[in-house]
């Protein structure tokens, strides 16, 4: 029970990284606000992922991109917890088309697209968590390996996960002591955004793992439940990685 009475919100959690982190934070004995867009097709998985947290969970619908529908969202976090101590920004826009994208087929409205979820919606996040914190709580952001070493897939999510690790390191030292900010780097983690792979690609990139497999949104939860809890309590500022040790060849 490493979270015992703390109030958590996770963006984007209704599936995937962030739905394994909701679940395993209210587990862990934290009250856990579970955001997702709306619509019929995240409802399902939003009451699984309420079901998997034992009843120590309730949605938030909001829209990161969107300032007005954040700031909704905190507002109701406000009335049914009474303020934040932890805050992971796991909503990021996946969508296949802009992945395997040739250069001369990439446009501004593509990069506009995925900033405003992964980039701008951290930040107003983290703008409207900040308020409702006390000393001691954390914000954990999320950002990828090609953000730090370069690929050659995933041009705008990688630029945009890049501007993350920078606010994240911004953050820490503008915020500290009373909040730490702290961002987990991924590598290959085996979520839906691995069917977009063909076979081939598939294989190449299993290869280029030392571990020689994809990682787990189990593995990537528990991250971030070492980065929220008070075991890191002398962390802040820092991009840890988990990718199988895929950056450090």
């Known amino acids: 029970m490493r979270l015992e009475g703390k109030r958590a919100l996770v963006t984007g959690s209704s599936q995937g990284i962030g739905a394994e982190v909701a679940r395993l934070f209210a587990r862990e004995g934290a009250t856990v606000a579970v955001n997702h867009r709306g619509g019929p097709p995240h409802r399902e998985a939003v009451l699984r992922t309420i079901e998997g947290a034992g009843g120590n969970a309730f949605v938030v619908h909001a829209d990161v991109s969107d300032s007005s529908s954040v700031d909704a ?9 009474g303020g934040l101590d ?7 826009l996946a969508d296949p088309k802009l992945w395997n994208l040739r250069l001369e087929d990439t446009t501004l409205e593509m990069w506009k697209r ?16 900040v308020r409702l914190m006390k000393q001691g709580s954390s914000i ?15 041009l705008i999510y990688a630029s945009a996960k890049g501007a993350v ?7 820490a030292k503008m915020l500290a002591p009373k909040v730490r900010v702290n961002c987990m780097a991924f590598g290959s983690i085996e979520t ?3 069917e977009w792979l063909g076979r081939e690609q598939r294989r190449s990139y ?21 980065l929220a809890s008070e075991e890191s309590s002398f962390i802040t500022g820092q991009v840890v990685s988990l990718d199988g040790g895929e950056a450090a060849r």
């Open 114 to 129: 995925v900033f405003a979820v992964d980039t701008f919606g951290t930040f107003l996040c983290v703008r409207g968590a």
């Open 86 to 92: 932890i805050l992971v920004n796991a909503a990021g």
């Open 206 to 226: 299993v290869g280029a793992i030392p571990m020689g497999r994809f990682g787990k949104p189990s593995e990537a939860a528990s991250l971030a439940l070492f």
């Open 192 to 194: 839906a955004w691995v």
């Open 165 to 171: 690790v920078s606010m994240t390191k911004m953050l």
């Open 73 to 81: 969202m905190f507002e109701e976090v406000r009335r049914k917890l």
């Open 140 to 154: 954990v952001n999320v950002a990828s390996i090609p953000a730090l070493v370069g690929d050659t897939d995933g």
